[in-house]
T-cell receptor, first 113, second 116 residues
Framework: QKEVEQNSGPLSVPEGAIASLNCTYS??????FFWYRQYSGKSPELIMF????GDKEDGRFTAQLNKASQYVSLLIRDSQPSDSATYLC?????????????FGIGTKLQVIP | GAGVSQSPSNKVTEKGKDVELRCDPI?????LYWYRQSLGQGLEFLIY????????KSGLPSDRFSAERTGGSVSTLTIQRTQQEDSAVYLC??????????????FGPGTRLTVL
């Protein structure tokens, strides 16, 4: 079992729809959860981080964390063609002064005009 | 600096040559990461530095790969006797290195390595 799992996609949604991106992780000690966006040929850039169970909203983006189910998701409301990118889930375990960050393979999102 | 910088941005080398890739993290960031990303693939973790020490170098693919960090700042990734399968984009990221609240990674623009 991979430590962080994502469906590689592509996930296709029409413009204006809600895109739902999902990620599961295996380490119950995981403490920090991140969503990065990576456009083709570019470096990953942070969209959101979440530490606590529940929802965290930032503009059109909502991150959801359920530690009991070891599940984190990203919702993109009113999807735009400019949201078309690969979305990477990252999970951090921090112990003894050191971090271990694991990235998922990423989900490719295509927003169809 | 304002962000993570990497040099060179592009490197073309011949098989068997050694290459050095450089990363300048965000000022004050104690944690530094190297990743490799082949075309159309996910991020492959290579090594993590906390300060000048490397508590996790489990991702280095072979003994041809090594990395060091000096002064808690600049890091170099060295690939000896390059092979064609080493061709990829090498990404560096840094973070505050503490616990929650300081562990967001910020990525540099990457170095695109092509081994002919």
């Amino acid at each position: 079992q991979k430590e962080v799992e994502q469906n590689s996609g592509p996930l296709s949604v029409p413009e204006g729809a809600i895109a739902s991106l999902n990620c599961t992780y295996s380490d119950r000690g995981s403490q920090s959860f991140f969503w990065y966006r990576q456009y083709s040929g570019k470096s990953p850039e942070l969209i959101m981080f979440i530490y606590s169970n529940g929802d965290k909203e930032d503009g059109r983006f909502t991150a959801q964390l359920n530690k009991a189910s070891q599940y984190v998701s990203l919702l993109i409301r009113d999807s735009q063609p400019s949201d078309s990118a690969t979305y990477l889930c990252a999970v951090n375990v921090y112990s003894g002064g050191y971090q271990k960050v694991t990235f998922g393979i990423g989900t490719k999102l295509q927003v169809i005009p | 600096g304002a962000g993570v910088s990497q040099s060179p941005s592009n490197k073309v080398t011949e098989k068997g040559k050694d290459v050095e890739l450089r990363c300048d993290p965000i000022s004050g960031h104690t944690a530094l990461y190297w990743y490799r990303q082949s075309l159309g693939q996910g991020l492959e973790f290579l090594i993590y530095f906390q300060g000048n020490s490397a508590p996790d170098k489990s991702g280095l693919p072979s003994d041809r790969f090594s990395a060091e960090r000096t002064g808690g700042s600049v890091s170099t990734l060295t690939i000896q006797r390059t092979q064609q399968e080493d061709s990829a984009v090498y990404l560096c990221a840094s973070s505050g290195g503490g616990g929650r609240g300081t562990d967001t990674q910020y990525f540099g623009p990457g170095t695109r390595l092509t081994v002919l």
